[in-house]
T-cell receptor
Framework: KQEVTQIPAALSVPEGENLVLNCSFTDSAIYNLQWFRQDPGKGLTSLLLIQSSQREQTSGRLNASLDKSSGRSTLYIAASQPGDSATYLCAVPRAFGNEKLTFGTGTRLTIIP | NAGVTQTPKFQVLKTGQSMTLQCAQDMNHEYMSWYRQDPGMGLRLIHYSVGAGITDQGEVPNGYNVSRSTTEDFPLRLLSAAPSQTSVYFC????????????????FGAGSRLTVL
């Protein structure tokens, strides 16, 4: 059974710093990995989807990397801003083309002005 | 606004009461699903549907029923609410054809916070 872990559960950094969020998964036979953002009282918004054949995916100040062999993905946020404060979750599908996702428990990020 | 709409946003129930959480999407998505989110446990799949008339169980289906009579709607029914069902519930949908290519993502509703006393 796939297990997805995100450590730490919470992180606070000063504005302007670059930071890395971690996601680990136990079964390396994944097809893709998604990073989501969740704001308090809101639903989840997809940030990046990285395919198993890719090593990196970028969107603006966000960069997601994937290392299947080690069972890890990282989300790099450059030049952090207070608006980046949110909970970030990663998720992997249970099979190719399968919409059923296994989610990590998330990292709550606070950017200190 | 196009997207996934959930109602109600907040609900308080007493143990044993029944209720229905509503989910509607206007994107003509074939796939719809319900997740619950509990502190420290991430999101867990309750039920899902790949099209009208087709539903299946997810990871934690006990105590919940679903039906899919139309493409747009996917209600979640709590038959006899229990305190263990206190949670935030999210509905999500996707276009299956794009998802099977590994390229699509789920669109989530804003959530329904349920408290069972």
């Amino acid at each position: 059974k796939q297990e997805v872990t995100q450590i730490p559960a919470a992180l606070s950094v000063p504005e302007g710093e670059n930071l890395v969020l971690n996601c680990s998964f136990t079964d390396s036979a994944i097809y893709n990995l998604q990073w989501f953002r969740q704001d308090p009282g809101k639903g989840l918004t997809s940030l990046l989807l990285i395919q198993s054949s890719q090593r990196e995916q970028t969107s603006g100040r966000l960069n997601a990397s994937l290392d299947k062999s080690s069972g890890r993905s990282t989300l790099y946020i450059a030049a952090s801003q207070p608006g980046d404060s949110a909970t970030y979750l990663c998720a992997v599908p249970r099979a190719f083309g399968n919409e059923k996702l296994t989610f990590g428990t998330g990292t709550r990020l606070t950017i200190i002005p | 606004n196009a997207g996934v709409t959930q109602t109600p946003k907040f609900q308080v129930l007493k143990t044993g009461q029944s209720m229905t959480l509503q989910c509607a999407q206007d994107m003509n998505h074939e796939y719809m699903s319900w997740y619950r989110q509990d502190p420290g446990m991430g999101l867990r799949l309750i039920h899902y549907s790949v099209g009208a008339g087709i539903t299946d169980q997810g990871e934690v289906p006990n105590g919940y029923n679903v039906s899919r009579s139309t493409t747009e709607d996917f209600p979640l029914r709590l038959l006899s609410a229990a305190p263990s069902q206190t949670s935030v519930y999210f509905c999500a949908s996707s276009n299956r054809l794009r998802f099977v290519s590994g390229a699509n993502v789920l669109t989530f509703g804003a959530g329904s916070r349920l408290t069972v006393l």
